[in-house]
């Protein structure tokens, strides 16, 4: 997000206090790294930095929404990231970001009509904002309402292919994702896969829609090749637990016993990491 000068030169006057940071360092640098942690998935940093602006510009609610973010990525306090995110909304209640991350958490929390008003919020102040909808048809998954789920990503896919700092993915991305979700919930593997698939294509890294594609063909008892897909996903991103704890589960029904035992192990040495913004991965227990 672009800055007015005004605050730039306010912020970066007051940096002059601080410890630690440049005299020379504005507050376009601060927040660019602030961004670059977020998108790096350096939480802990991202929280830090966010915080720092917080410290000298109490009332922005920008900074608000990103430690908001911040926060609900590392599985911190469900009262302190809520309470980050209120405080985005009641600094900018015509944010559409700031009332997604708000439904997130309210969908963490499994208050879902409050997840689902803040997501119907966030699409009535911008109806063009992609990540509204991929709240409210995640919401209504959980709801038992996969059909008006899928609706609301096919809105997302007849929308501009969108990104935003705090999302690991583009909107169609997600579209496509989710709606893969939905239909191998229905047990529909074929057309589930084509939506991976074409994930897949979007972002040839996408290792969310490798571990998503690596759910269906486990479902199917294809599990050579939902290992092959689960390692595909683990060398894109190394840091996902979900991934090794699936493909333990995989290597465990295939017999190898070491392999599974290897994997789930590696879950132990992993950052705690909340990804609220990928669907939920299934794992079989």
Known sequence: MKYPEWFALLLGCSLTAMPGIAIAQTVEQLVQQGDTALIQKQYPAAEGIWRKVIEQMPNNADAYTKLCDALGRQSKSKEETLAACQKAVMLNPQSAVAHKNLGN????????DQAIAAARKAIALDPNYPFGYNLLGRVLRDQKKPDEAIAS????????????????????ILAYRNMGKDLSEQKKFDAAIAMYRKAIELDPKDADGYGLFGDVLRDQGELEKAGVAYRKAIELDSNVAVYYISLGYVLSEQGKLEESVAAYRKVLSLPNVFRWDMPTLRVHT
């Open 105 to 112: 958490v309210f969908r963490s929390q499994d208050k879902l």
């Open 153 to 172: 990503f096919r809105k997302m896919l007849a929308l501009p292919n969108q990104s935003e700092v705090t999302s690991s993915a583009s909107s169609h």
